[in-house]
Structure formats: structure tokens, C-alpha cells
């Protein structure tokens, strides 16, 4: 049996490759899994950087029984497979089952209630975590909030993520694109609260001098961290991607979804938004450059006689993505988890701690405004 610890599954695509290249930076030896070995060594082939890199590849099948199998033993898995409502399940019952922490990259908020609200207890349990969403989204904007809430008396934040330059992967546009079509929630007075559907929003936000065009995309995994937090009585998020073209296609999808489609059934609902983001991603886009991609995340917290603002001025949210990954995959190596079940990456890791892993990469800068 292999001495390692840590699965990156779904090894062969976007996020799985960073994964790997942020594993490797780090020396953190790994085991690449997919359900196809041959497009794993094809793709890593193309990573100079994994060429000393000490890693496994094993081809599993998404299905409960392999996986177990395959986690049985080991420490951690990380998921990159969505959109995860379609495909995902299978792996949090088998490391749930091999007693192995879960992570994932979703940015799907429905994911992160279903998996909260029928998998949080008996990981805890259990004793292992279950965070999907340690990603750009949705952990970042999570951080931004975090060191909000260290000025005392916030209770309401109200985060704004702005993307330049950053184009999303196959599986990111499948999920997002689905999600732009299910409800999507805030936290208003502690309750889940639905936004209204097909419906733009404006903002604003740092180094930006224009008022944006926002959605709330897939309602965001903020308002899901802070649900039966006492700390928080309001959270909302919202996202512009830059281009205003893409904004307004994507608006135009949802409405057309909300006109045409919303009563087909579950099955049919998924087909369409999969068809739809397989017509706009068909292929995986190139690295991010930090020269092009920008990340700019605002979080404004207030309350009733308190009021911050942090802002997290960045670049390359997928490699952003990778970077507090491997931080978390750092700190259950090393034993030091601090809770267990469905919790946030602060709460599991602690928001310092991955905010100076990013930093460490050169990804963010943290600028709060009291």
C-alpha cells in the first residue's frame, strides 16, 4: 500500500492540474486519480513543473465502492469533479466511510447546503472535515469577511468579487452556468433568504471607477459559512466577470432558463445548462497571467455602531484556488485541524493562516479600511 496521504482526484483537468502543480511547489508527494490514467499522464506531461515531482497515478471509476477503496487510508482527498450536484456525491460517501477529509473546488451554493445539511454530522462524527469550496470562490471573499469581523460589533457583510482576464474551465462553466439558473441565496436576519431570479445588480468596488453589472453567482458559499454563525445576522455576494458581454449572455441564459425551462424536470434542467456550457467552454482555456488576471475582492462589514472594510487586491483567482488548497491539505498533514464536520476554512485552518499562504505566493494583498 502507498505511503501517501493525498488524493487529487479528478487529476487531468484545470483545477486538478494547479492542484497538482501547488502540491508539487510545496513537495507534497500525491496520488492522481480519474477515471482515465492515460489522460492523467497525457496531461501531466504538459507541467514542467511536476517533472521531479513525487506523485501516483491510479485510474478510479466516480462510483462509492473504488473510492473507498482508494481513500481507505489516506489523509485527504481533494475533489475537482462537478459540477459536483451531478457528479460529486460518490466521493463524499467513500471518504466519509474511509474516515478521510474531504475538500472540494465548487462554486456551486446548492452543493454546499446539500452536503451541509445530510453529510455535517456524521463527519463530525467522524472527526474528518467536509469543506467543499475551498477555491477562489468560495473562500477568498470567506477570508476577506473573516478579517472583517475581527473589528468588533459586525454583524452584516456585504462582499463584491470583480475578475479581469480570468477565463473559467470546462467545469467551471458547467457549474456556474447551472447555478445561474437555481435559486441562489443571502443571509438576511440569519434566514436564507432567495434572490430574485434572472435580475442584474450594480456595484462597486476598489480600483474600479465604472458602477458594475453583478449577479449573484450561484449565490455564493459566504452566506452558507455564515449560517448559524452568531456572529452574522446579513451576508450577501456579488460577482462581476469583467466582460460586459459576458455578463449580459450569461443574464440572457438565465432569463431564457426562467422563461422556457424552469418547470422540466431536475434531469432535463441539468441537460440544457450542459449543453449551454459545453457550447461556450468547449475546450480548457490557457494558465492564468498574472499580468492579465485580476482579482479584486470587497468586503464591507458593519453594524450597528462598527463598520469595516477589507480589501483583497489580487491576481489569478484559479492559482488562488491552489493556494489555500495545499495551505488546508498543509495543515491536516500536519495535525493541526482545528474543528470537524461541515465547517468554513477559517474555522478549520484559520483565515490568517491561508491569507499568508496567498500572500506567500504572490496572489493577494490584504488592505483593510477601518
Known amino acids: 500500500m502507498s505511503d501517501i496521504k493525498v488524493v487529487v482526484y479528478g487529476a487531468s483537468g484545470y ?112 472527526g474528518v472535515v467536509l469543506i467543499p469550496a475551498l477555491a477562489f470562490m468560495w473562500t477568498s471573499g470567506h477570508l476577506a469577511a473573516e478579517v472583517c469581523l475581527e473589528t468588533p460589533g459586525i454583524d452584516t457583510l456585504d462582499l463584491v468579487y470583480v475578475t479581469r482576464g480570468s477565463l473559467p474551465s470546462v467545469s467551471s462553466t458547467l457549474s456556474f452556468l447551472r447555478m445561474c439558473c437555481q435559486p441562489q441565496y443571502h443571509l438576511a436576519q440569519r434566514e436564507l433568504v432567495e434572490w430574485q431570479p434572472a435580475t442584474p445588480y ?79 467552454t468547449p475546450l480548457e482555456p490557457p494558465r492564468e497571467n498574472p499580468e492579465h488576471c485580476r482579482a479584486v475582492i470587497s468586503c464591507h462589514g458593519s453594524g450597528p455602531s462598527s463598520q469595516s472594510t477589507v480589501i483583497l487586491q489580487g491576481n489569478c483567482g484559479y492559482e488562488q484556488a491552489g493556494s489555500v488548497a495545499v495551505a488546508g491539505i498543509e495543515r491536516i498533514l500536519a495535525g493541526q485541524v482545528a474543528a470537524g464536520g461541515f465547517v468554513s476554512p477559517a474555522a478549520a485552518f484559520g483565515a490568517r493562516y491561508l491569507l499568508a499562504a496567498m500572500e506567500r505566493d504572490g496572489l493577494t494583498k490584504v488592505i483593510v479600511r477601518n
Not at 500525491?30 to 496531461?43: D, N
Not at 438565465?254 to 461556450?280: C, D, I, L, M, Y
Open 202 to 280: 450594480q456595484a462597486v468596488a476598489p480600483t474600479f471607477h465604472q458602477v458594475l453589472d453583478c449577479l449573484p453567482w450561484s449565490g455564493g458559499g459566504e452566506p452558507v459559512w455564515y449560517l448559524d454563525d452568531a456572529r452574522v445576522r446579513n451576508c450577501s455576494m456579488l460577482v462581476n466577470f469583467g466582460n460586459p458581454t459576458v455578463m449580459s449572455s450569461v443574464l440572457k441564459l438565465a432569463r431564457e432558463f426562467n422563461e422556457v425551462h424552469r418547470f422540466k424536470s431536475p434531469r432535463e434542467q441539468e441537460e440544457v445548462t450542459n449543453g449551454w456550457g459545453h457550447e461556450w
Open 15 to 126: 483545477t486538478g492540474k494547479l492542484i497538482a502543480r501547488h502540491l508539487a511547489a510545496r513537495q507534497i508527494p500525491f496520488i492522481a486519480a480519474g477515471r482515465s490514467a492515460a489522460k492523467i499522464h497525457e496531461q501531466f506531461a504538459t507541467q514542467p513543473e511536476l517533472k521531479a515531482a513525487r506523485y501516483e497515478v491510479l485510474e478510479v471509476a466516480n462510483e462509492e465502492g473504488p473510492l473507498t477503496e482508494l481513500l481507505t487510508g489516506k489523509a485527504v482527498v481533494y475533489n475537482t469533479v462537478g459540477p459536483f450536484m451531478q457528479l460529486a456525491e460518490p466521493m463524499v460517501r467513500a471518504a466519509l466511510a474511509a474516515g478521510c477529509h474531504y475538500l472540494d473546488s465548487t462554486g456551486e451554493q446548492d452543493w454546499m447546503l446539500h452536503v451541509r445539511e445530510k453529510y455535517g454530522a456524521a463527519y463530525a462524527e467522524r
